[in-house]
T-cell receptor, first 112, second 113 residues
Framework: SQTIHQWPATLVQPVGSPLSLECTVE??????LYWYRQAAGRGLQLLFY??????ISSEVPQNLSASRPQDRQFILSSKKLLLSDSGFYLC???????????FGPGTRLTVL | GQQLNQSPQSMFIQEGEDVSMNCTSS?????WLWYKQDPGEGPVLLIA?????ELTSNGRLTAQFGITRKDSFLNISASIPSDVGIYFC?????????????FGGGTRLMVKP
């Protein structure tokens, strides 16, 4: 069966510091991968998606970037965090772009 | 991009009551999905619908793919405290060349014991 992991679970970072969030998927090959951000009690904002290694599509211009160095690894990064980067970051995978998406447990990021 | 209007935005109900929520769009969809997000966790897929008119149940949850293909409904019967969370609809628009899922804004459900 497929599983999706996110690391770390929680993170507190000062403004201006770098960021690296990791997402890994097990039990499937060539997944489509997604990064979402969720403000407290709000909906899901799609940040990036990837259909393959090295292929990244950005949905919202921002302070963040994404990379896919391996088939089942998706990384969300920032060189300098802003206060507005605080939120709950969710990674998801699907077999195809229009297929059901399956979410990871999320990373709670607080920027102080 | 395609937009899904999910309503209500929030509900505060008494334990034991039935719950109804819906998603609507101006576009035609060929897939409707319903997710539940418990506090502090990732959304979990509850029900998937693939045909207009389809009615599918998962325990006390029942979802329907609207006959017009522009809406979907989720009902929860005899609510219990663990039903608390945010419910998201998602759909795949027929006209979306990229074939991406579109998510609704969510319905926050609160249940009073």
């Amino acid at each position: 069966s497929q599983t999706i992991h996110q690391w770390p679970a929680t993170l507190v970072q000062p403004v201006g510091s770098p960021l690296s969030l990791e997402c890994t998927v097990e039990g499937t090959s060539n997944p489509n991968l997604y990064w979402y951000r969720q403000a407290a009690g709000r909906g899901l904002q799609l940040l990036f998606y990837s259909v393959g290694i090295g292929q990244i599509s950005s949905e919202v211009p921002q302070n963040l970037s994404a990379s896919r160095p391996q088939d089942r690894q998706f990384i969300l990064s920032s060189k300098k965090l802003l206060l507005s980067d605080s939120g709950f970051y969710l990674c998801a995978w699907s077999a195809g772009l229009g297929n059901e998406q399956f979410f990871g447990p999320g990373t709670r990021l607080t920027v102080l | 991009g395609q937009q899904l209007n999910q309503s209500p935005q929030s509900m505060f109900i008494q334990e034991g009551e039935d719950v109804s929520m819906n998603c609507t769009s101006s576009s035609i969809f060929n897939t409707w999905l319903w997710y539940k997000q418990d506090p502090g966790e990732g959304p979990v897929l509850l029900i998937a619908l693939y045909k207009a008119g389809e009615l599918t149940s998962n325990g006390r949850l029942t979802a329907q793919f609207g006959i017009t293909r522009k809406d979907s409904f989720l009902n929860i019967s005899a609510s219990i405290p663990s039903d608390v969370g945010i419910y998201f609809c998602a759909g795949r628009p027929v006209t979306n060349a990229g074939n991406m899922l579109t998510f609704g804004g969510g319905t926050r459900l609160m249940v009073k014991p």
